[in-house]
């Protein structure tokens, strides 16, 4: 059956397990009024957009926040970013956490992740975000699977992102007894117990969330304004 | 083609202003304005109050109008065409076509004095009552008509040019109609592109004739039995394909509405047969405004009209309903309906 969600406040993540991780972001810090769902994959966001549009539901939406990866370059990828809204027709943000607005379209902004950018290495995923959530729980086979990944040659891997996946996949495939081979869609599910959703590696994240509805209503176009302002 | 329709006090639309293109797939739930849109269409190209009753028909109502005598009667015949049954604001539609230029229908009652009634009949009795007119305005030529009633019987008078516009719904798919255009084309012999066009479709169909059936003619096609096989009996789908390519066909540089289009077509056909009415339009250069529920159909249609060459010529119009009540109309470009039916977004 034909059917789309939406609502005065979308998120859109890259995937579905960003989908789930928003979700379930926003349950465990009890963040309301946001609709969120998924593009599946980072090169959909313009079309995805375009197809928004056609929605009956559509002119109820107020403002819209893009979710992706940095990957290997923040530059590189927000471009990318950029030139699919601005094909959609959509209003363009300059940068990251800046609020874009056009007569006639939803407010628009884009969220990197890892957010904060770490300082030690700009670069990463919603694995790279999460990480550290995980390995609180799991500090043994957590210094273990540093030990394998070093061991086999993973941390030699040019791409930033694809170490801390593989990361997540030999830690939760080491916890999960049942099933190994889980899927990191099936991991924020608050019953498996297998990330800590109110570590503070999250905070920052959640805190757009949580503001996203009055940071797009307000005049200050830039999170971090927004933000010093209203002191949060 | 008409480019654009405006709609004044007409059915369930206070005002509407809209722009058309060559090919519009109009949607929308019940009761918000989708038939009441095309009979727009269809009432403004005709050029007598009688067209009125045809639509009058097609919705239900029965062909014999019996006139009891009294001005309420007369009046509640007509006041489903004005906007919350308001019929002290006359109706007024008007399109802008870029071969045939501006045409505008003003329907209202004339003044009370102009127009005096004695019925006879059983219990005799005299009143007067404002005949309804219909004024055509064609590029600033006036033609006026009027339905009047004379013996107790309708009777309509003047006349203006018709535009040509051909309507097909669930209960108009007129044999007489299918047999006319027909002959027009094996006229010109030109039969040949409907038979090509139904068999790029309907395999099974080699030709199709005009035969006369119990002293009716009727389209017959060739299955490749020993005997041909009246179309209507065949298939559904095939008789209705057939009755839309005979539509644009024979209505070159037409504009051709069609109701509820999916009905009676094999999901797996729509592909086929939606691109086989596009391309036979873009060819006789025929507009087509065609509705449907269907999202099968939608997802059909959607990759053919967001095609490089007629997505500027095509659109998707949603008739929805406003906060105040009204019926609006709002436009969808054909590249946003193919992404949204692409994803499975609900669009209709």
Redesign the interface.
Known sequence: MPGQTIGPYLILGEGNRDKLFIENLCQNRTITDLTVDFVKGNDNFGDHLTGLTAVPDYPTCRAILLVSDIDESAADSFKKIKVQIGDAGFPVPTSPLSMAEKAGFPSLAVLMIPHPVPATDPRGSLETLITPAIESLFAKQAGCVSTMLKCAGVMSWGKKSSQDKARVRCLTSTVCEDNPMIGLHLCFDPKKHLINLGHNCLDEVALVLRHFPAWSRSAHKEWADWRRINKV | MINRLELRNFRCFQHLDLSLKRFNILVGESGSGKTAFMESLFILGGGSPEIYFRIRNWRGYSRNVTFTGTRDQYQSLFRDLFYRFNQEEGVVLRSVDDRYGSRQLDIAYGEIEDYGLDLEGPSPHAFKISPINFKWIIDGVVHNTSASIKEGKFSFSGAAPVAPVSYYNSVNLSVFENVSAFSSLSKHYRADSLVEAIAAIYPQVKGITLELVSGDAVLCADVGLNEKVPIGELSGGISKFATYALGILANPRGVVLIDEIEDGVYYKNMPDVWRSLVAMALREEVQLIVSTHS?EFLQSAAPILAREEIAKESQ?L?A?IDKDGNSVIRK??A???E??????????
């Open positions: 999202y998707l949603r929805e969808i470009a590249p946003a309906l992404a949204a039916t692409s994803r499975d977004f609900e669009v209709r």
